[in-house]
């Protein structure tokens, strides 16, 4: 696969990701973090970091327009948005500490409760 059909790719995945996150609310890491890892075999690391900046700007898009249109509770997001952060913070933390076969072995345990076929576990060399 070239860079050009790569990039393709990531771009097209991308915006049904962030599609799907500002209609929905869940994120374009749900879309994004799969099609990055189990579809173009990139490492999970670098998977769940890309997805983590792409949500933040999906994120305050989506919370603009809900804003403007006076569909948002601004006392309940600045009270989430101080316990989501410290929770990130956690997760951030814990995620540089663990090794990249733990984190597949948790992704792949969660889409196999969800029934997603998933290809065997990559190997560290």
Known sequence: MTILEF???VWAGSV???FLGALTGL???VVLVPMLSLLLGVDIRYAIGASLVSVIATSSGAAAAYVKE???NIRIGMFLEIATTLGALLGATLATRIFQQCHCHCF???ADRLRVPVPEAPVEK
Do not use: N, Q, R, Y
């Open 70 to 72: 006076g569909f948002s």
């Open 16 to 18: 049904i990701a962030g």
């Open 27 to 29: 994120g374009g890491g």
């Open 108 to 110: 792949w345990i969660g």
């Open 7 to 9: 990039s393709s790719l």
